[in-house]
């Protein structure tokens, strides 16, 4: 099975869980990036012209090839909240193994090894090595000791309708208590004929032989959620 | 408690605490978020044991996970300390990386010496290593006659080699860097090759007799620029190490502590490889200035930044 969630305890004692994400929403970050930085520099490479290409335009010019080459995403990740422009669209961002955000030492360390990461065409090692851990670390990553995690959207909470509480005719152990919360908040997702499925295998909780199952199962769990 | 019950009780900290991290830039919410960290935290704990559903829980963990990355984010206020750096931080590095910059610089040197010696007594050795048209140049560059009649370069153009060598060196003492996560090879052959090329240019002007126009211009970047490429060398050799020879540690955890001690060498290459381009655009070319002086200067240049760097070893804690 292959499972993205990262857990980390954190100070304060909890475990705290994130998703890591694999390489394709990284490829499209970094074509996102790499866009961006190669009309960048078109642009000041047409800006640097009128002051001497092999003078004062071109030495400004080279330097920020040098910056843009190297030094764009470690400034971007570091004072951006661990987001070039191509991970903030994509929703991901590079964080420390302790899900803290990257620091510059970090993300240098992360970013200068990607040439090796690149070899020897087109990020060939760091496919590899990003598909042979459970972290998708590239190994850049591993040497800084950083992840790509997607950031989490504020989860605004899903309104629920109006459902009368029912009391269930067993007592449940509250792991199972967990599993019918669990189909009534995921109701909206699931279809009519699996949710008559689900909800006909625990007929033994319902007592209910018709299609009233999945409203009875519904009811019970607005009622463990603690509606009255 | 029922999990309703304890959504409704807490519901308005959380929106709060959601409201102040989707706006990040209006001011300092880290007061905010500083208090509530540890409520938020028993909060998923408690949500947690009680197999509240997995919505709540998602919810409130992205929330710690928010706020957690808010509070431990990148301050460069508190986190640059640039008088320590210089006075602790980078020698120490130097110190603890000794026997790695030892390696790098022999990697570097002996093939100089060896391939210099060579040209200088070999008249055609020059070729195996350059073509023609770029012994030519490298000739016309440094020749003696030349520069007697040609006049001081302009200034646009000393500008324009500093973007140059910026440009240039920095990108090769970072691939020296990250050659070494190919167990050191990498660095290895980057290592090699500079040293003979730099070798075998040295000994055939010296053969050439273009003694008082090379080694003048050389001898002042030369102290940051060699030292700094002998300092990426040994960074990016402690990264092959610690996957050749991780110790008591996972191969995974010792190449990442070896990321972690590096990272000082790394801002120290690029700050001395800086100050060398400059010197190289702007002090080394000028032709203006007597050899004795630019002797003098690279003698004092080299004196500091080797004393600088072996000046690490009193801060290493015994």
């Avoid at chain 1, 993300?107 to 090894?113: F, G």
């Avoid at chain 2, 790695?100 to 007594?121: D, H, K, N, R």
């Avoid at chain 2, 040295?202 to 970047?221: I, K, M, N, Q, S």
Wanted: proline share 4%.
């Amino acid at each position: 099975l292959l499972d993205t969630r990262y857990r980390v305890e954190i100070p304060g004692g909890i475990n705290l869980e994130a998703q890591v994400v694999g390489p394709i929403p990284r490829f499209f970050a970094f074509a996102i990036d790499l866009a961006i930085r190669g009309l960048v520099i078109f642009v000041l490479s047409l800006l640097s012209i009128p002051f001497g290409s092999f003078g004062l335009g071109g030495g400004f010019f080279l330097i920020f090839l040098f910056v843009i080459e190297w030094l764009y995403p470690v400034l971007f990740e570091v004072f951006m909240r661990g987001q070039t422009p191509g991970k903030k669209i994509l929703g991901i961002s590079v964080v420390n193994d302790d899900l803290s955000p990257v620091t510059l030492g970090t993300s240098m360390v992360r970013n200068l090894l990607r040439t090796v990461d690149f070899l020897p065409l087109f990020y060939l090692v760091g496919l590899v090595s990003m598909l042979s851990n459970r972290r998708f670390q590239r190994l850049g990553d591993m040497a800084a000791g950083t992840l790509v995690i997607s950031v989490p959207e504020s989860a605004k909470p899903t309104a629920m309708k109006n459902i009368p509480p029912l009391a269930p005719a067993t007592s449940l152990l509250r792991s199972e208590q967990s599993s019918i919360v669990e189909f009534l908040q995921r109701s909206q997702q699931l279809s009519e004929p699996r949710q008559r499925e689900l909800a006909s295998i625990l007929e033994g909780v319902t007592h209910d032989k018709t299609d009233n199952g999945v409203e009875q199962l519904q009811r019970i769990g607005a009622w463990f959620l603690g509606v009255r | 408690m029922k999990q309703q019950i304890f959504e409704h009780q807490h519901q308005a900290v959380w929106q709060q605490i959601e409201a102040s991290l989707e706006k990040p830039a209006e001011g300092d919410n880290s007061k905010i978020l500083a208090e509530h960290y540890m409520l938020l935290c028993q909060h998923l704990a408690i949500a947690k044991e009680r197999l509240y559903d997995t919505a709540l829980v998602e919810r409130l963990n992205n929330l710690v996970l928010g706020v957690y990355r808010e509070l431990y984010r990148y301050r460069a206020e508190t986190r640059l300390n640039i008088y320590a750096f210089f006075k602790r931080d980078f020698p120490l590095a130097i110190y603890r990386h000794r026997y790695f910059i030892l390696l790098s610089f022999l990697v570097m040197v002996l093939p100089g010496l060896i391939a210099g010696a060579w040209t200088y007594l070999d008249e055609d050795a020059i070729y195996s290593v350059l073509d023609g048209s770029q012994v030519r140049q490298l000739e016309r560059m440094y020749d003696p006659q030349a520069r007697k009649l040609g006049r001081e370069r302009e200034a646009d153009t000393d500008i324009f080699m500093f973007g140059f060598y910026i440009k240039n060196n920095i990108s090769v003492a970072f691939r020296c860097f990250a050659g070494g996560m190919v167990i050191g090879i990498g660095t290895l052959l980057v290592l090699f090759f500079n040293g003979m090329f730099m070798g075998s240019i040295a000994g055939h002007l010296t053969r050439l007799d273009y003694v008082d126009t090379f080694y003048p211009f050389v001898v002042g970047h030369g102290s940051f620029e060699l030292t700094a490429i002998v300092f990426s060398g040994a960074a990016g050799l402690r990264l092959g190490y610690s996957i050749l020879n991780p110790g008591q540690l996972s191969r995974l955890d010792a190449l990442r502590e070896a990321g972690r001690d590096v990272v000082p060498m790394l801002y120290g290459i690029v700050l001395m490889l800086v100050i060398a381009a400059f010197l190289e655009a702007f002090w080394s070319s000028s032709t203006s200035l007597s050899i004795e002086v630019k002797y003098t200067v690279g003698a004092v240049l080299w004196a500091l930044v080797l004393l600088y760097s072996f000046s690490g070893r009193r801060h290493e804690s015994r």
